[in-house]
Structure formats: structure tokens, C-alpha cells
């Protein structure tokens, strides 16, 4: 895993990401029943996340996070997160929850899309947010 985690030096302490993160990523792995090969999780701004949605998605916009999917010679489930900090926290006021909570629903949203789920209908939107929902308590979020 590859952590940008500059963004989070006052806000949550970059031993406390990575071991979160790795413990949310090999949930999903477990209970989705995927293999995960190398999941990079890359922290930005809106700036850039507005610039690679644009150039590769075709949006002109901000977003909370953007999912590059690919699969290694052995078939495993490799990705790449990108993930807007100023998108996060702005969603965690409006959301009225932790700047956490926030983050690592946008990452356990980012790796079910690797796990093949797909949030372009209504009911994809409710099953997804379930699933997000269900691996933050799994993880016990707390802060």
C-alpha cells in the first residue's frame, strides 16, 4: 500500500491510518471473498481530484474519491484510491460525523467498487451504502 497521509498530521496520527485502513481492507477481502493484490490509497485536494476526474472520467468536478481498477498475473483484485481531503471533511460536517468516519467510509466505498459493486442506480447507491455502513462497525470505528 502506498499512504499520502500529509493531509492528516493534526487530524489522525499516520500509524492509526495505515493500520485502520489495512484492517478495513483485509475485511473486505475476507468477507467479499476477493483477493486484493496492491491497493494504493492516494490523499489529495480538490485541485487535483477535480483534474484526474476531468482528464480520465470526463467530469468536470469535484469528488470524495475516484477508483482506479486493475487485476495482477495471478488475478488479483489491484487498485488505486484517490481521495479528495477537502471533499472528506466537508462531507463529514455536513454528514455531522468524525472526519474518520468519513475518510474510511469513502475508502470502504472505493474498495467494494473494486469488489465489483457499482453504485449508478438506486439500488446500487442502498446496497453500497449498506456495505459501508456494515465494515465501519466491523472495524469498530471509534474515535
Known amino acids: 500500500m502506498i499512504y499520502n497521509t500529509g493531509f492528516f498530521k493534526s487530524r489522525l496520527k499516520k500509524d492509526k491510518l495505515k493500520k ?43 469528488t470524495d474519491i475516484i477508483t482506479f481498477h486493475d487485476t495482477d498475473e495471478k488475478g488479483n483484485i489491484e487498485g488505486e484510491l484517490l481521495i479528495s481531503t477537502d471533499t472528506v471533511k466537508r462531507n463529514s460536517e455536513s454528514y455531522s460525523v ?20 457499482d453504485d449508478k442506480t438506486r439500488a446500487g447507491i442502498k446496497e453500497m451504502r449498506e456495505k459501508e455502513n456494515y465494515y465501519l462497525k466491523k472495524i469498530r470505528l471509534s474515535f
Open 20 to 62: 485502520i485502513s489495512n484492517n478495513l481492507i483485509l475485511r473486505i477481502q475476507k468477507e467479499e471473498k476477493v483477493r486484493f493484490g496492491e491497493i494504493n490509497l492516494i490523499y489529495c485536494g480538490d485541485k487535483e481530484i477535480r483534474k484526474i476526474n476531468k482528464e480520465y472520467l470526463g467530469h468536470d468536478y469535484e
Open 98 to 117: 468524525t472526519l474518520a468516519q468519513e475518510l474510511f467510509r469513502v475508502t470502504a466505498h472505493g474498495l467494494l467498487h473494486l469488489c465489483g459493486y
